[in-house]
């Protein structure tokens, strides 16, 4: 029987860091994948793909409209579908076979197949064919991800009513999409299929978008896409999707109750959010503790109640995010291998790639007022960036909150153009833990987005410069 030190389950953003983090640490190490491909449902499904969509439909744009105010001439851009989703495919082939390479580079042997946990120690690996293997081993780390979370009554046929996985592969613009939900999966793929021609309705049952996003930030680019053309009903609830025509009727009702009205679409997404997966891995069987919404429970250093089993990523509490995952990867193979593997979850970014996009770290105003810490506002909108009006990008703005007391930066905050880009200024800074002085104080090259950082540090002190 094969025996190892550390064998991973699941080939995500955090199971193959994990896998690579521990191989590098001299750790025998052997990850199971179910999916045909490695990378989970960043690379396959996620991340990736649909990057690559927002990308290609946010110059498709460009081309149409932004071009011709400076001075580029070009025809009316077409789309050409089928190419995009192979444009769409080849960057996921290449990242999948990039992980393929990394776990033959460092060693790590790979099994193909579902894997459950028969006891501490030992996993079984069920491959497609049915046949059965059992691997030894001393570590188990649960990198098993998530899946999409569906509604009640609403059947998702990756067709016609869709998760974001159908939402990536649309073989047709479709001409009404209804998207529901406004988290971060909704606007960047209702973005997407806005920009190459559907009309885009999204019904969201709270009374804003974005949840968990600075409420300012939330609000401000609720209007931006209102002005892109993308139509939102807040506080209402989708019921029911009645498949049964050629085209499809979503039941919609108010959030606290009420009468109901139709939304007629070609396309249903059903982007509500995902939830942990942990199935078939035989978890209850062993006894290893989940909380109320099916996350596994770890301590500090990743391990669960049962010893030599860990877990992380979205299968544990915290944001659903590839790089909370991936750092979350290399402690648990840190502190598997006897050192002090950490995550700092006061500082992890979150970003919306929508256009313009956002990005933020750290605590929301609401958090700070509802923590009753004292803080102070620096703020920068990037109309008055010399190289955002350079690239005729000004809409949104830069914000920091500051401790009122310390000035150390608590929160950053941005809306507008390349704000994935700036935000790890910020994480950055406040893993130093920086004051705004700090940021002020650090010269920025000139003409960049970024001084609209630092013009935000000196308005913690009421002293930008150029607003
Ligand atoms: C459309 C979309 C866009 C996204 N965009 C972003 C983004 O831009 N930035 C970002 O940070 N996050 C994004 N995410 C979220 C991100 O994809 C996840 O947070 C991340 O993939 C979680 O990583 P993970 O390693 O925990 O799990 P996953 O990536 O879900 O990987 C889990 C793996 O485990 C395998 N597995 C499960 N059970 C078993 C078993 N029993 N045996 C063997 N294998 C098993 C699965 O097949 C899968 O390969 C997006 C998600 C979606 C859906």
Redesign the pocket.
Known sequence: MASYDLIV???????YVCAIRAAQLGLKTAV????ATYG???LN???IP??ALLHASELYEEAGETFAKMGIKVDKPGMDLPTLHKYRRQNVEANVNGVAFLFKKNKIDTFHG???IVAPGQVEVKADDGKMQTLETKNIVI????DVARLPGIEIDEKRVVS?TGALELPKVPQRLLVVGAGI?GLELGSVWRRLGAQVTIVEYLDHILPGIDGEVARQFHRMLQKQGIAFKLSSKVTAVDASGKVLKAKVEPAAGGAAETIEADIVLVAIG?VP?TD??GLEAIGVEKDNRGRVVIDPHFQTNVAGIYA????VAGP????K?EDEGVAAAENIAGKAGHVNYDVIPN?V?TSPEIASVGKTEEELKAAGIAYEVGKFPFTANARARANLATEGFVKILADAKTDRVLGVHIVGPDAETMIAEAAIAMEFGASSEDIARTCHAHPTLSEAMKEAALAVAKRAINF
């Open positions: 389950i699941g080939t995500g953003p955090g199971g199971v994948e179910k999916n989970g449902t960043c499904v996620g991340c649909s990057k579902m894997g459950r990198a098993t991800g998530s974001s999966i995902r997966f078939g891995l992380i990523g979205d299968a659903m995010l590839a790089h995952a970003v790639y």
